[in-house]
């Protein structure tokens, strides 16, 4: 059997003061990465020098991204990606030594793996020192509840324990074991593809709209189902590790109305974008989980408005 061969991604904006973090921990791997895709776009901080000082020591791929979202800079990235499997690097994370390694050893273990992702833990800076920690960033989410827009899920993914339902929303037992156990519960800090199970997806496409590109995970982990891989978390010893920086400037960790009305537009969205995949989605489901966001109006109307403009636009 060939040996794999990995193409490790990193989408970036901002992070000239982080990238170094980043691209220091695929320097320092067991075994180097054979290319390092890079999708830059723009923004007057430097970053292009950063790059330009790795690429004496690492097979950098550098693109660069003159307009659109993070979810077509993924796009780019992964239609430009060469070899076996996708490992997926955020540009303010950094990855322990044996990060490919022991994802090279979970795809050879784990034949019909497609998509698999590891355990993320939270760091910080202290004058330029990385700080590590055991606390765990990918925290599980809370049990499911037993109500018809989180209850069925998606036939693809009967036995998870992290699930997709019928109306587009993401369902869980809530339970984070040790272990390897199939779950589509994978974030784009730290998680690998098999080239294979995602090549020819629109990702661009179904997230012309958004502004977060939030649980486009998910969308990936059904394309892979879809084409008959099995998804995997890995929590533990076997779990490839990464240490998220913790700052304010992220996508999905700032704050206000229009930060919130973003993301919950994005999960609204899911059901329309499985829809264009040809899931089996339930509109019952769908409009009763729309129908709930009303009594969240007070509390959280950015929740309503963000459900409302996914059910007017259609994805």
Partial sequence: ?????????????????ALPHSLSSLVSQTRAPDEVVIVLKPSGDESEKVISKFS?????????????????????????????????????????EKWIEKYINLFETLPNAGGIGGDVYVAS??????????????????????????????????????????????????????????????????????????????????????????????I??????????????????????VWHLVHKQSLTRSRGFWHEF???????AMFWRLKKLRAEVSLLAYLVSVGSALRSLRRRPAQLLGALYALISRC
């Fill in 125 to 218: 800076l202290n004058k330029n020192s990385l700080i590590r920690t055991r606390v765990l960033f990918n925290k599980p989410p809370k049990p499911t509840r037993n109500i018809i827009y989180r209850r069925r899920r998606l036939p693809e993914f009967a036995n998870y324990d992290c699930w997709i339902s019928a109306a587009g929303l993401l369902g869980s037992k809530g339970v984070s074991r040790i272990g390897v156990y199939k779950s589509i519960g994978l974030i784009g800090t730290n998680m690998g593809f098999r080239r294979e199970a995602i090549m020819g997806y629109p990702i661009a496409e179904l997230y012309k709209r958004s502004r977060k590109g939030f649980r486009f995970e998910q």
């Fill in 262 to 268: 973003w993301l919950y537009y994005d999960e609204y």
């Fill in 56 to 96: 004496q020591y690492l097979p950098i791929k550098l693109l660069v991204q003159r307009e659109g979202n993070v979810v077509q800079a993924y796009q780019m990235a992964i239609d430009n990606a060469s070899y076996d499997i996708i490992l997926f690097l955020d540009d303010d994370a950094f990855a322990e």
């Fill in 220 to 241: 990936l982990a059904y394309y892979t189902r879809k084409k008959g891989f099995d998804v995997y978390e890995v929590r533990g010893p076997q779990a490839p590790i």
């Fill in 1 to 17: 059997m060939n040996a794999l061969k990995v193409s490790v991604v990193i989408v970036t904006y901002k992070r000239a003061w």
